[in-house]
């Protein structure tokens, strides 16, 4: 075997270096993402090994190190390192180790390591069994689910408001899924309001993010929306308002997600409004140039072209109405007359044109033909939850509305957070 190591090694070595890079191929810099766990908490339960009478190491990956790196340097034989090349492709590709995350080494005695283990995510490991023959796994610590509630009046923007008082901006997000059907996020006033009840998840007493929204009042344009999350079964996810109507309509608020925009571009209350042009019925969405624009209902494209006065453009027709998207960068090169789209589906991208002053998209909609303002679209009734599943939602739903009734809401900058 050792004959073949000079020409086995510059393989190896490209098999390991390939890793520690994003998903998009970017390296990334060094800063850990997923703390190296505390020695304190090292114990049999957190990775089912007995680390009594070891020598434990925790790190995180850094820029430019790999996993053929670190194995080197704490003396782990070729051979061993062959091996693991072989043995990993069919549990975990190595070249997806990235930098920031940690990583631990677990030493025998005699300083030889017998455990390498690569945190995928905080709950998530790969563990690298070295002793007599490699032995390659995956596991999960266990995750522990807490209840809680969060409140807050809106004084710019959901994600500033969210932001600033330490929570998890992932709850911004989701709030922003759950409502994409009944509340544009671009167009919220000040002390506008939201109270929300959700599941967060916690590894060895560290919070690793928001798993779920259960129920949520958001209180906007003097009106209450609210989402009650019903799960029937593993493949069944929906949100129901009080009545038991699906939150989910034909058409979605907006043609662009606001979470996309960054702090550059975030839109003060009552600044997207029509613009003078061939319609007053308009709407402008900024955003940075890049920013995907979707179609908001399920439809047939009618139009995708360009014109002197719209620039790129696609038109789409969904029964009775229609909708159109101006002053593109770019279409989507999917997109194409007669296609079938799906709402959602991107359909081009935002960017500087020479019709714009900003980056930004110029949305029109049609009902039977006349040209109406977005907000005021009549949306065909929402689908009601099943008749077999009513008694199970209701019942959660007015358990649900007795929580969010009882939340406390502060009238200042601050949000009020709450456990169960």
């Known amino acids: 075997m050792k004959k073949y190591l000079p020409f086995l090694l510059p393989v190896i070595v490209f098999f390991f270096t390939a890793g520690c890079e994003s998903q998009s191929g970017e390296t990334l810099s060094f800063k850990s993402r997923f703390a190296a766990p505390e020695l304190k908490r090292m114990s049999q339960e957190q990775y089912g090994i007995d680390v009594k ?15 053929t790196d670190v194995l080197q340097q704490h003396n782990v034989e070729i051979e061993v390192i062959e091996d693991i090349a072989r043995k990993s492709e069919d549990v975990f590709d190595v070249r997806r180790m990235k930098a920031g995350n940690s990583f ?16 995928k995510t905080p709950a998530d490991y790969v563990v690298f069994d070295l002793r007599d023959s490699v032995q390659i796994y995956e596991g999960r610590k266990k995750v522990v689910v807490h209840k809680r509630s969060v409140s807050g009046v809106i004084h710019s923007s959901l994600f500033e408001t969210i932001q600033e008082n330490g929570i998890d901006i ?34 060895d007493g560290e919070s690793i993010g928001i798993s779920g929204i259960l129920a949520a009042q958001f209180h906007h344009q003097d009106r209450d929306y609210f989402a009650i999350h019903f799960e029937k079964d593993d493949t069944t996810s929906v949100f129901y308002d009080e009545e038991g109507r699906s939150l989910m ?10 979470s996309k925009i960054s702090s550059r571009y975030s839109i003060q209350p009552g600044q997207i409004s029509s ?8 709407i402008d969405y900024m955003a940075p140039t890049g920013t995907e624009v979707y179609a908001v209902g399920d439809g047939i494209i009618t139009k995708a072209d360009y014109r002197k006065d719209f620039g790129n453009y696609v038109k789409i027709k969904h029964g009775i109405y229609a909708s159109q998207y101006m002053h593109l960068a770019e279409i989507n090169d999917e997109i194409t007359v007669g296609l079938d789209v799906r709402q959602g589906q991107v359909i081009g991208y935002i960017g500087k044109t020479e019709l714009a002053k900003n980056p930004s998209v110029r949305f029109r909609f049609w009902e039977n033909g006349k040209i109406i ?10 689908e009601m939850i099943p008749d077999e599943d009513k008694s199970d939602f209701f019942s959660i739903k007015e358990e ?5 009734e009882t939340i406390k809401m502060m009238d200042t900058n601050a949000m009020f957070v709450s456990n169960y």
């Open 53 to 67: 009478q070891k020598n434990v190491l925790q790190a995180n990956f850094e820029k430019n190190q790999f996993l």
């Open 104 to 119: 631990t080494i677990i030493k025998d005695e005699e300083e030889k390591v017998d455990y390498f283990i690569y945190e």
């Open 170 to 203: 992932k709850l911004a997000r989701q709030l922003e899924e759950v409502y994409a059907w009944s509340v544009d996020f671009f167009d919220l006033k000040k002390g506008d309001y939201f109270k929300v009840i959700y599941d967060e998840e916690f590894v």
């Open 373 to 382: 303002n977005p907000v005021r679209v009549n949306v065909p009734p929402a």
């Open 275 to 282: 613009r003078q042009s061939e319609s007053n019925e308009d």
């Open 249 to 258: 309509t034909a058409f979605l608020k907006s043609p662009v997600k606001y």
């Open 400 to 404: 649900m509305m007795k929580e969010l």
